[in-house]
Antibody
Framework: QVQLKESGPGLVQPSQTLSLTCTVA????????VHWVRQPPGKGLEWMGV???????RYNSALKSRLSISKDTSKSQVFLKMNSLQTEDTATYYC????????????????WGQGVMVTVSS | DVQMTQSPSNLAASPGESVSINCKAS??????LAWYQQKPGKANKLLIY???TLQSGTPSRFSGSGSGTDFTLTIRNLEPEDFGLYYC?????????FGGGTKLELK
């Protein structure tokens, strides 16, 4: 069945780079787009960026200068890298699959990972 | 960016009651609104997309309505498993944005 699972360090020091992996199962990254969404503690959800099935990317302009998303299709993994982390980047980070009906992509998320909590602190 | 405003932020209800959660967009998003349920330790669950279309597996007690800028999620005959956080998301234009959330609590 469809699964997404985020992994990465729970603690990152300020000014350092965050590296997260989203390992997927039950679908192919050559057909589906995968997004990253984050949620600071007690706050709402923020869309971060997407890697298209084609390998192209699009980022939230607020994060664009610091964010990079890539993938290894053969390993069914999507990667997030964000540099210059600050305390306000403390959040739960989710990867999510964009719905695709075989013809159209729909920009909403039909499957999510459970998220990985990342704390930025020295 | 399209700003999404959810109301209320908190809602208390009892099993068997009906509740409504509102989501307002800062500009027209046509029908392109999704609703998600969030519960601790579980993956976020897509409930409704395109304003009113139930995702496969969503119970029929959930319904969505609205278009343009104003949308509503209604849950009839609340079940114990319905308590949690609810978020709306516009899927009309980049960047995709979410409402601030509504916490549905047991009264």
């Amino acid at each position: 069945q469809v699964q997404l699972k985020e992994s990465g360090p729970g603690l990152v020091q300020p000014s350092q780079t965050l590296s997260l992996t989203c390992t997927v199962a039950g679908f192919s990254l050559t057909s589906y787009n995968v997004h990253w969404v984050r949620q600071p503690p007690g706050k709402g959800l923020e869309w971060m960026g997407v890697i298209w099935n084609t390998g192209g990317t699009r980022y939230n302009s607020a994060l664009k200068s610091r964010l990079s998303i890539s993938k290894d299709t053969s390993k069914s993994q999507v990667f997030l890298k964000m540099n210059s982390l600050q305390t306000e980047d403390t959040a739960t980070y989710y990867c999510a699959r964009e719905h695709y009906d075989g013809t159209y992509y729909s920009y909403y998320f039909d499957y999510w990972g459970q998220g990985v909590m990342v704390t930025v602190s020295s | 960016d399209v700003q999404m405003t959810q109301s209320p932020s908190n809602l208390a209800a009892s099993p068997g009651e009906s509740v409504s959660i509102n989501c307002k967009a800062s500009k027209s998003i046509s029908k392109y609104l999704a609703w998600y349920q969030q519960k601790p330790g579980k993956a976020n669950k897509l409930l409704i997309y395109s304003g009113s279309t139930l995702q496969s597996g969503t119970p029929s007690r959930f319904s969505g309505s609205g278009s343009g800028t104003d949308f509503t999620l209604t849950i009839r005959n609340l079940e114990p498993e319905d308590f949690g956080l609810y978020y709306c998301q516009q899927h009309n234009e980049y960047p995709w944005t979410f409402g601030g959330g509504t916490k549905l609590e047991l009264k």
